[in-house]
């Protein structure tokens, strides 16, 4: 089971939050307001379209729309590879953070 | 204007250039659709803009990631580190590109940069949605500003507009609780709008509808500059009073600093006038603004405003039919600046001309470095370099020094802006920006592109044309089979007859704008305080009776002999001279003739200076008449009638060739062929009195006497024992004492109403001088690479001639003979045009003086001195190549 980057989480949780309107300007949003975190269209795209290559996620090309200047919006869908994928990488990252939260805040507070 | 809601083309443009890859289509469509939830949310223009370029370039780069690695772009970080390198090794060739592109780049961004400035989002919440509605009369096409009825219709019929307000703005005497007094810009301005703008006082309110009903209370809102001025800053400032035009208004509010809506605006008062209390298609001056409904778009707020209008004109068409209103940007509510005129548009190409000079001669330069390096390019093309590869390096070297100029461009043009900007700060709009934006970076960055690609990929090309064994064969340092061809030598014309061309046009504007001129005014500039006195009438919000005419004519004329009276009676004032204008202020100019003495050039007519005075002017400037009568009270009662001119001495001079002036006769005439003015019999001759300064040759001209009243406003020449300057607050309280609602001006001194009025001739001077400068160093450094070239091509061939014996003055001249020979045809170019051209382009009565062709044979022999000294390094080069190096080379 492949382990996700930082990145790749951020986005493949968009996903599952944004359910069936996560094309690429809605993940970036959905990013930007959750975590303040500014990311380009493009890197999402391209962390996309690895994660496709390994069946992580599909996508459709919808028709174009108003506003886009006659360029589609590509869907894309959480596969279930994918969400075992996202549920497993999350999953370990809790496991080491695990009742090391509050150790945390006191270490930053000095 | 275009729809907000869609990115600027240039901007899409540019992010279809740099983003590249399968996943591109959507990431632009992104864009977009980015682009569109911004402005819907409230985004400026220019930060919209911003995150639309930053996200394209960071797109752009992430989508290319592995081939920018890879280098499969064809470009690497290698290129940029050798562009460099290549900045620090020669340095005077990188220097006068940089000057080049530095310089060039400015000036061909301003036009664009100034169109800009004219259509800025007003620094409001979500200010892109204020706009005005402009009125124009299609039978007249001027502006119609009398939209009171309408205004009144359109609140209570449109939809697409809400909020909508009025505004009359001038210019009122305020005075303070403790008399102390300024003229100030205000407004009378509708309540609805603070709203509009959504600016929340700094202390108490803003106006309110109840403010402005018949009767109510006169209130006045102060802007922080007023209320810092004149209330010092006082935190009790709401419920003090302060006198505007004599009248009494609370205070109730102050607004934050900065706030000058809608223009210079320091203060706002009711606007109390009513649609019912003036006849259809009548009333005061007003402009119409307000805020777009949510939802609405400008396109559709034109079309309601156009439906309205029909109906309206179907109903009365009387009132309407020749009307044509139109929902605009607020900053065009009071009229468009003119960007489309012939003249604008050709100021625009000369400085896009500019730019492509610029760029060519940094291609020249680019050249003759890269035609030393030939060797170096071969070697690299044999070892397996594609002739791409070889040609990307070289635009991403240009590239950098096109970056770097651009940055110093950018900086240079911010500086400018902001000198700019604090120079003409209390007489422009508050929204008009001309700093730097990000449309303004966006452009500047194509130009650096297209420079590079002009200048590098050019030469380039011809670099790598070549066959390699050919050029390896050749061998040796310099040894090279390209030329400069055609190109480069028209190039080299063109720069130096442009530098002949502007020097000349600006040669007149030299010793108005750096010559002494001050004491051309005929009096001690120093002793006089220049101020401009007028009654402004009836104003904008405050309730005054009306008058006549000639009842005002009548009062004013009463005032102004009050004014005199009581500065008479000041001890530190000894004369005060009043006319339309005072010595070293701007005379108007007219043709007239003398009976009997045609002009020198066989027309009847003469082009001279004139003013009208009161009687006593020249005695108060203590300047009595040389020869007959000044005017006489009799002369100023009946002034229409009054048959009574004294000219001065110039006008004898030039015009009556030195003759006895006194009972001769003069009239204007109007060379357009409409009728000739009276004649008037000369009854005195006065000493030159700084008729125009800038050049005494033009001095001549004549005075006739004022009629009490018929000069409003009038000018002031205020002889002051002591600093004059200090006498200015003293004046102001005169003149209010005499009427609050007389409005007071102080020049300064003379002297510095003189200074004044030269910088716009030193503005001018600076823009001509700094093209001229670019044309002369672009035009030398041309040369410079050119004999430079030569020398080091013909290396071997001059070591040869120089070991047979030829001559050092024979060996220069056929190194310098290009170049003299390009020198030669680009003066006579630039100084044949500048004969041809200039004198039509700066015609006019005031140019006549102007002996063009002295001053282009002048401008000619400098640059052509200047372009012979670019040479004498690269030939005192050649002058010491001995034999023996230049063919141990081989």
């Known amino acids: 089971m492949p382990y996700l980057g930082e990145f790749e989480q951020l986005i493949l949780f968009s996903i599952v939050h944004l359910d069936d309107d996560a094309f690429g300007l809605s993940i970036r949003e959905e990013i930007e307001d959750r975590t303040g975190r500014t990311v380009s269209s493009g890197a999402i795209y391209t962390a996309l379209r690895r994660m496709e290559e390994r069946g992580l996620v599909t996508s459709e090309v919808a028709d174009p729309i108003e506003g886009r200047v006659g360029r589609p919006r590509k869907y894309y869908t959480i596969e279930p590879a994918g969400a075992r994928a996202l549920h497993q990488s999350f999953s370990t990252l809790q496991a080491i953070a695990g009742g090391a939260l509050d150790r945390l805040q006191r270490l930053a507070e000095g | ?890």
């Open chain 2, 1 to 890: 204007m275009s729809d907000r809601r869609v990115a600027p083309a240039l901007l899409r443009r540019c992010a279809e250039l740099i983003v590249r890859g399968i996943d591109a289509p959507y990431v632009l469509g992104d864009l977009e659709e980015a682009w569109v939830r911004d402005r819907e949310r409230g985004r400026s223009v220019a930060e919209s803009a911003l995150r639309y370029a930053v996200n394209a370039i960071l797109s752009a780069v992430a989508l290319n990631a592995r081939r920018i690695r890879d280098g499969r772009l064809g470009a690497s970080w290698l290129d940029v580190k050798l562009g460099l390198r290549m900045l620090r090794r020669e340095p005077a060739v990188n220097a006068v590109s940089l000057l080049a592109l530095a310089i060039g780049i400015p000036i061909a961004m301003m036009p664009g940069q100034l169109e800009r400035a004219f259509d800025p989002d007003l620094p409001f919440d979500e200010g892109h949605r204020i706009v005005g509605i402009r009125t124009i009369n299609v039978e007249t096409s001027r502006s119609w500003t009398r939209s009171l009825h309408d205004f009144e219709r359109w609140s209570q019929e449109l939809g697409s507009v809400q909020l909508l307000g009025v505004w009359d703005g001038a210019t009122y005497n305020v005075t303070t609780e403790n008399g102390s007094a300024e003229a100030v810009e205000g407004a009378a301005m509708t309540a609805s709008a603070f709203e509009i703008v959504r600016v929340p006082p700094l202390l108490g309110r803003t106006l309110q509808a109840d403010d402005e009903e018949p009767g109510a209370p006169p209130v006045v809102v102060l802007g922080y500059g007023l209320w810092r001025s004149a209330l010092a800053g006082d935190a009790d400032a709401v419920g003090r009073t302060v006198q505007i035009s004599g009248i009494p208004h609370e205070v109730v509010g102050v607004m934050p600093e900065g706030f000058l809506f809608p223009n210079l605006e320091r203060f706002w008062i009711p606007f109390r006038e009513r649609a019912i209390d003036h006849p259809a298609g009548s009333g005061p001056t007003i402009w119409v603004f307000g805020r777009l409904a949510d939802g609405a778009t400008r396109a559709e707020a034109n079309e309601e405003v156009e439906r309205l209008r029909q109906r309206w004109a179907a109903a009365d068409p009387a009132e309407h039919a020749h009307l044509r209103s139109s929902v605009v940007s607020f900053t065009h509510v009071t009229g468009d600046v003119a960007f489309d005129t012939p003249e604008w548009l050709a100021m625009k190409a000369l400085a896009g001309l500019l730019l492509v000079i610029a760029c060519g001669n940094v291609g020249i330069l680019i050249l003759a470095r890269t035609a030393l390096r030939t060797s170096e390019l071969a070697v690299r093309t044999a070892l397996g370099a594609s002739r791409v590869r070889i040609i990307v390096q070289i635009f991403v070297e240009t590239l950098v020094i096109g970056l770097v100029a651009v940055s110093l461009g950018l900086l240079l043009a911010d500086g400018i802006a902001t000198v700019g900007h604090r120079a003409f700060a209390t007489e422009i709009p508050f929204w008009l920006d001309f700093g730097v934006q990000p449309e303004t970076v966006v452009v500047a960055l194509l130009f650096a592109g297209a420079s590079a690609g002009l200048a590098g990929v050019v030469p380039a090309l011809k670099a790598t044309g070549g066959h390699v064994h050919e050029t390896l064969q050749h061998g040796g340092r310099g040894a090279t089979s390209m030329r400069f061809g055609a190109f480069s030598s028209v190039l080299i014309v063109a720069e130096v007859a442009v530098a002949v061309l502007f020097l000349t046009f600006g040669t007149p504007l030299i010793p108005f704008a750096l010559g002494n001129i001050e004491h051309g005014a005929g009096i001690d500039p120093d002793r006089y305080l220049a101020a401009q006195l007028w009654h402004p009438g009836t104003r904008p919000g405050l309730e005054m009776e009306p008058v006549d005419d000639s009842t005002f004519q009548r009062q004013i004329g009463e005032l102004h002999a009050e004014v005199s009276r009581a500065l008479a009676e000041e001890s530190l004032v000894s004369g005060v001279a009043i006319g339309s204008t005072v010595p070293g202020g701007r005379h108007s100019g007219r043709w007239v003739e003398v009976e009997g003495m045609p002009a020198s050039d066989g027309t009847p007519a003469h082009w001279v200076r004139t003013a009208t005075v009161v009687p006593g002017f020249f005695e108060a400037l203590d300047q009595p008449p040389v020869a007959g009568r000044g005017f006489d009270a009799l002369d100023g009662l009946g002034a229409d009638s009054s048959k009574a001119v004294v000219v001065n001495t110039r006008f004898v001079e030039e015009v009556m060739g030195g003759r006895n002036a006194i009972g001769r006769r003069i009239r204007t005439v109007d060379r357009g062929g409409g009728s000739p003015g009276p004649w008037w019999e000369v009854v005195g001759v006065v000493p030159r009195l700084g008729m125009f300064v800038a050049d005494g040759r033009l001095d001549a001209g004549f005075y006739r006497p004022a009629t009490p009243g018929l000069l409003n406003p009038i000018q002031l020449g205020i002889r002051v024992d002591g600093d004059p300057n200090d006498f200015g607050a003293r004046l102001r309280e005169v003149v209010a004492a005499v009427d609050p609602q007389l409005q007071v001006q102080t020049g300064g001194t003379i002297r510095q109403l003189i200074r004044q009025q030269r910088m716009d001739g030193r503005w001018a001077l600076l823009l001509v001088g700094a093209i001229s400068l670019v044309a002369i160093v672009l035009s030398a450094a041309g040369l410079y690479a050119l004999v430079g070239f030569t020398v080091t091509r013909r290396r071997r061939e001059i070591g040869i001639r120089t070991a047979l014996g030829a001559q050092q003055r024979r060996i220069a001249l056929g190194v310098a003979r290009r170049a003299v020979l390009q020198l030669l045809a680009g003066v006579a170019l630039g100084g044949g045009l500048a004969v041809v051209i200039v004198p039509g382009m700066a015609s006019g009565p005031g140019m006549s003086h102007v002996r063009w062709y002295e001053a282009a044979l002048t401008v000619s022999a400098i640059v052509f001195a200047i372009g012979l000294l670019a040479c004498v390094p690269p030939i005192r080069r050649s002058l010491t190549i001995t034999p023996m190096e230049a063919l141990a080379e081989e």
